[in-house]
DNA sequence: TTTGGTACTTTGTCTTGCAAGGTATTAGTT
DNA sequence: AACTAATACCTTGCAAGACAAAGTACCAAA
C-alpha cells in the first residue's frame, strides 16, 4: 500500500523533471548521429529517459517544422523504411542555448540548495 | 529581427527546463523555512526562476492538497493577511525522492552527453 | 474617500505528454 | 496466396499544467 503509492508519486516527480529536458536530449542525440524514432527511444530507455511513441512523433515533428530537424528516408533492412533525423545548423544554435540553459538551472538548483 | 527571434526560443527553452523543476524548488525553500507566495515568487526571481502569480498559487494549493505542504495565517505589517506555507512530514519525504530524482537526470544527462 | 501598495484567487487559453488505436511494409510460414 | 510476426510510423482524445489577465480584498496614509 504504502509503498505502491509511494512508487506511483517518485514516477511522477521523475516524470515531471524528464519532460523539461527531453527536448534537449533529442538534439543531444542527433547532434551525435543521425537516428529514427525507434531507435531514438531504445536509446533513451537505456539513458532511463522513459520516451513512448505517442510522445516523441510529435515531438520530432515540432521539431522539425522549426526547422531544427531535417529527414530522410531509408530501406530498412527488415521491415518498412526508416525515417532518419538529422540535426540542422538551427538545430545546432538552438542546442547550444539549450547547453546553457541547462547548465543555468543546474548552478540555480545548487543556488537553493546552498 | 534575428536576435528577437532567438530571444523568444531562448526564453521558450528555459521556461521548459524551468517547469520540470518548478515544484521541487519550493520544496527546497521551504524546506529550509517558512514562506508565503509573494515572498517564494521574489526569491525564486532572484535565483533567476522565474514564476508567475498564475502559475505559483494553482502550484501551492496543489502541493498542500497532497499533504506536502500546510498553511497559517499570520498578519502582515502592512497590507493583507498571508498564508505561510510549511512543508510538512510527508513534504519532506517527497523532498528526497526529489532531490534522487534530480541527481538522476542530471546524471542522465551527461551520460547521454558523454 | 481616494490612492497606492500588498496579497490572494480565478478564468480561459494554449501547449504538451501519453495511452490507445490505427496504418503500412517486409519476411518467413503455412 | 493467406497468415503471422516484427518493425515503423502516425493520429486521436484526454488530462495536466503554465501563464496572462482580470478580479477581490485588506490596510494605511494623504
Sequence with gaps: MRAMEKNVNTENVRAQMRKGVLEYCILLLLAKED??????????????????EGTLYPLLIRQKNQGLL???????????????????DKGREQLEEMNNAWQEIVTTIENIKN
Tied chains: 1, 2.
Design 35 to 52: 537516428a529514427y524514432a525507434s531507435s531514438i527511444i531504445t536509446r533513451l530507455k537505456e539513458a532511463n529517459m522513459i520516451v513512448v
Design 70 to 88: 531535417q529527414y530522410r528516408w531509408e530501406e530498412s533492412p527488415q521491415g518498412p523504411p526508416r525515417k532518419y533525423y538529422a540535426i540542422t
